[in-house]
């Protein structure tokens, strides 16, 4: 399967940027399943954490509120070429989804 992070670097006012878009798999839960007649659990990012080099920046819990395909931005100053920004998320099933992007020009 896909990493369901998609992450995006851009440059504005001299402080860069952070993109995160989660892709699916979020499901609503709410379309009955063939085999059971019943609907399904839904399926949704439950938390993520961005890190800086190792370091943990940003940490937050998420909900089956959100929609379908969140797009988060963050801002940052001292940024330097090299630098790794790593995202990772788990859905409310248990699965961990990582992504990372390197700072190829701050």
């Given at each position: ?5 998609k ?41 993520m ?30 940024i ?27």
């Amino acid at each position: 399967m896909a990493v369901p992070i998609k992450l995006l670097l851009h440059q504005n006012d001299g402080r860069l940027e952070l993109e995160v878009r989660l892709l699916p798999p979020k499901d609503p839960g709410d379309v009955p399943s063939r085999a059971a007649g019943s609907p399904r659990l839904p399926v949704f990012m439950r938390s993520m954490v961005i890190q800086l080099n190792g370091k943990t920046l940003v940490e937050g819990q998420l909900s089956a509120s959100i929609s379908r395909n969140p797009i988060f931005r963050f801002m940052f100053t001292d940024i330097r070429r090299g630098d790794r920004f790593t995202v990772d998320c788990t859905d409310n099933n248990g699965t961990e989804f990582r992504s990372e992007i390197v700072v190829a020009n701050p």
